[in-house]
Each structure stands twice: as C-alpha cells, then as structure tokens.
C-alpha cells in the first residue's frame, strides 16, 4: 500500500473503535497530518492581513483541519492501542496537550504484539499466523 492508502485507510475506519492498526498506519497518518497542518499553516499565513483580528485565516484553516481530522486520529489511537495491548481507554489522553504528544510518540515507537489478542489478529502478522494455525490443524505442530 502507499501512503495515501494508509492515511486514507484511517479515514474509511473513523468510526471502527475495534480492532488493531499497524503502526505504519498510525505513523503515516501521523506524518500526512502534519504536512496538511504545516501546508495550511503556510498557505493561511499568506492570507493573513492582520494579526490583531481575532479570527485569522490561519487560525481558522487550522482549526477546521484539526476540527475534521479529530475522530480519526481519536479512533486510530484507540486501535493502536489495541494493537500494543492496551485498553483504548488510554486515548483521551491524546486530548490532553503534552500527554497526547507522548501518547502519539508512544504509538508511533511502539511495536505490535504478534499474537491474537482480544481485539483481533495483528494487522502485521496476520499471514504468518494464518500458516501457524494451518500447520496446527493439520497435527504439524
């Protein structure tokens, strides 16, 4: 998959709260992110007649864009958190400023745990595990 599937991917699971999301997934959403919010941010600056208003466009073209993305990056948090097996839970932390930073870092270092957990089968290892179980069932263990 390229990037843009991946990014987009995380917009067509915006309402999945089950599950787990690779850390590709969360890492390229992460990134495209920031590229839009930095392109918004150049591109508002440029609208930008004066600082004194209280609504600048920047202000607003940043605000929309972190308006929209919100439920996303909320649900692909709760996924990767699953994927790492932790209780989604952990998630509103994102909402909070410096935690959520520490929160996208931990999701974005952290590696998958490679058995099936509660929320599912890894993205990541799925066929690996699908050889295992079918070595299992054929009394090749």
Known sequence: MSIP????LAWKR???IKGRSQRREFAYFFIVSVIVGLALLSVG???????????????????L???????PKFTLTVRRLHDVEMSGWFAPL?????????LDVFCLIADSNPRPNKWGVS???KDAQRWMTSLHTKGLD
Do not use: M, N
């Not at 599937?5 to 987009?8: A, M, P, S």
């Open 65 to 71: 864009y972190l308006a929209a993305i919100i439920v």
């Open 45 to 63: 600056s440029t609208l930008a007649s004066d600082e004194s208003q209280t609504i600048t466009p920047t202000r607003l073209l940043i605000g």
């Open 94 to 102: 994102c909402l909070v400023p410096y935690a959520g930073l520490v």
């Open 14 to 16: 915006s309402f999945d």
């Open 123 to 125: 993205p990541k290892f």
């Open 5 to 8: 599937d991946w990014y987009l």
